[in-house]
């Protein structure tokens, strides 16, 4: 199927106890049912508009070559085998190698870091021994050098034939037009810029748009319709928050579904492949006894910040599965020592106007506590909410935990920069919480090591 056109490539579903298993003709969207799952469900995206299945696999497959090439590999590889002889390697064979790889890494991710390119080079020569190069210490350190020049070429062909992912990139470092230039697709996007599917024209995405957008408006809208035309309409969405940057206001009006909790999990997978709260809260599940021990144990170089949270987590008797989570993560700016934290975590008064913690906001999570008079220590927690550019995008979230997740989302989603307040807590959520990437700053290693040791 991964050989077909998308508008080609479906699934029929056969009951095996049905009489009739040939009558039983089920296409993929009627599996969906008419309200959205948990947040514990993995998101049912088909992902109609990317051509990526998949992030990117380890060990990575080497591509068949040409019969000519694989022939020639197979008796280097026995000759190989017999008397260590490698294989003089001509312009030939090395550039049908290299042609055939850059296409395989492009069917992963346009932009490869430093660790991916080593896993292709280190694969290739894993699965050709005679092409190994007996002046590198590891034998393939040159493979990885031509590895990298070639895919930056093939970006090139690319770019040249009008590849939205890759053209998109001529901005980058300059100022058009006054706006600033884009980034590239670094934070282990799958599809950071999809191309438009063959045969779905820009016109008909635009008039899903607007049905999307209707739909919305009903009391009841259908959110089997909703969660279909979200995938129909993604490669339409990306170019608009990618190539245009519109503010997060004018998002809301033109795309409002995709600000609903279980539509942020999708989009985020339609980007990534990655289930996003299933991972992050299963790993926040799995691994805060540990992080809250790490605390512990270093808990006076921390300051006094730190020294509350542990102080509450003792005192809290009621919920305290919940709570040591929302402590796990409340501290985790403090031990990478990610200064200014507290302006994107913010607490306010359930009886504080909107206005006095939006205006001037660029991004926060919010805790809204209830107004007692101050009569607990312990306030109790009415609502979390997420704030970006001033506006109120998702509230009514059931804790903190979540709350986190679906911001660290929208970061995605969006493609906003990581605020540079919490620059290594989401570095850490990427690369440690989710699996996105390897390549980590020494401060986000250490966390790691500390974490799995």
């Known amino acids: 199927m991964s050989e077909l056109p998308p508008e080609k490539a479906t699934l029929k579903v056969i009951d095996a106890s049905s009489p009739d298993p040939e009558g039983s003709d089920v296409s993929l969207s009627s599996l969906d049912t008419a309200s959205p799952p948990s947040s514990s469900e993995s998101p049912r995206t088909t992902v ?27 008796k280097a590889n026995g000759i190989y085998n017999d008397n260590g002889t490698l294989l003089d390697v001509t312009r030939d064979i090395k550039s049908e190698i290299l042609d055939k790889i850059a296409q395989a890494v492009f069917e992963l991710t346009a932009y490869p870091d430093r660790s991916e390119i080593d896993s292709v080079a280190m694969a290739l020569v894993n699965k050709y021994p005679c092409l190994r190069e007996p002046g590198s210490g590891n034998g393939w350190n040159g493979w990885r050098m031509s590895i990298a020049f070639k895919i930056g070429n093939y970006r090139q062909k690319l770019r040249n034939a009008g590849c939205e992912e890759v053209k998109v990139n001529e901005r980058r470092g300059s100022r058009e037009e006054g706006r600033p230039g884009l980034k590239k697709a670094r934070r282990a996007e799958v599809h950071f810029l999809p191309d438009q599917p063959a045969g779905q024209t820009q016109d008909a995405m635009e008039k899903d748009r607007k049905a999307l957008t209707a739909e919305m408006e009903k009391r009841s809208p259908n959110m089997t319709f909703i969660n279909d035309a979200m995938d129909r309409t993604f490669p339409l969405r990306r170019k608009e928050i990618v190539d245009q940057e519109p503010g997060v206001d004018l998002v809301k009006r033109r795309w409002p579904a995709l600000f609903m909790e279980y539509q942020v999990n999708c989009e985020f997978h339609r980007i990534t492949m990655v289930d996003l709260q299933r991972k992050f809260l299963g790993f926040l599940e799995t691994h805060t006894p540990k992080i809250l021990k790490m605390y512990r144990t270093r808990r006076t170089h921390f300051g006094e910040e730190m020294q509350k949270l542990l102080d509450s987590l003792d005192k809290e008797t009621s919920d305290i599965s919940g709570h040591r989570k929302a402590v ?14 507290e302006k994107i975590l913010k607490t306010c008064l359930n009886t504080d106007p909107e206005e006095q913690h ?46 986190f997740s679906l911001f660290f989302g929208l970061l ?9 307040e919490l620059k290594y807590t989401c570095e850490i959520i990427q690369k440690v919480f989710l699996g996105l990437g390897d390549d980590c700053s020494a401060r986000a290693q250490s966390f790691k090591n500390k974490l799995l040791r």
């Open 48 to 74: 109609r508009a990317g051509r990526r299945s998949s992030a990117w696999p380890s060990p990575f497959p080497i591509p068949s070559f040409s019969y000519d090439v694989e022939l020639r590999l197979q």
């Open 328 to 341: 796990a993560l409340r501290g985790l700016p403090l031990f990478v020592r990610d200064y200014g934290a």
């Open 358 to 403: 939006t205006k001037g906001v660029r991004m926060a999570v919010l805790t809204v506590v209830e107004d007692d008079g101050g009569a607990t220590a312990s306030p109790h927690v009415e609502d979390f909410a997420i704030v970006l550019e001033e506006c109120v995008v998702i509230h009514n979230i059931k804790n903190l935990p979540s709350a």
């Open 412 to 420: 995605y989603v969006l493609n906003f920069q990581y605020p540079k």
